[in-house]
Nanobody, 119 residues
Framework: QVQLVESGGGLVQPGGSLRLSCAASGNIFSIGPMGWYRQAPGKQRELVATTTSGGSTNYADSVKGRFTISRDNAKNTVYLQMNSLKPEDTAVYYC?????????????WGQGTLVTVSS
């Protein structure tokens, strides 16, 4: 069974930093672009950042210059370095990707990790 396991969320003060990690495991033939999404209370899930296996990246305007997405292809892992955090960054952060397995192509989501920015 293929799954994404996230870690690194928590409580941080405004202006602080956190690093999220997301590792894909299972019988994976290949992984496509990997990304981070977030969902704040009462709001829709939104894109935060994505990265391709070649290293191309894309960011939401709200996080440009503060967040950095990266990936380790050998470890099937994607990271999100979050700096200069603001209270409006508070949300559940989800990892997402598409994988090819012996049974076909699947889109999978992580279980989510809570990030709370508060003094």
């Amino acid at each position: 069974q293929v799954q994404l396991v996230e870690s690194g969320g928590g409580l941080v003060q405004p202006g602080g930093s956190l690093r999220l990690s997301c590792a894909a495991s299972g019988n994976i033939f290949s992984i496509g672009p990997m990304g981070w999404y977030r969902q704040a209370p009462g709001k829709q899930r939104e894109l935060v950042a994505t990265t391709t296996s070649g290293g191309s990246t894309n960011y939401a305007d709200s996080v440009k210059g503060r967040f950095t997405i990266s990936r380790d292809n050998a470890k099937n892992t994607v990271y999100l370095q979050m700096n200069s955090l603001k209270p409006e960054d508070t949300a559940v952060y989800y990892c997402n990707t598409k994988v090819v397995t012996g049974y076909g192509l699947f889109e999978i989501w992580g279980q989510g990790t809570l990030v709370t920015v508060s003094s």
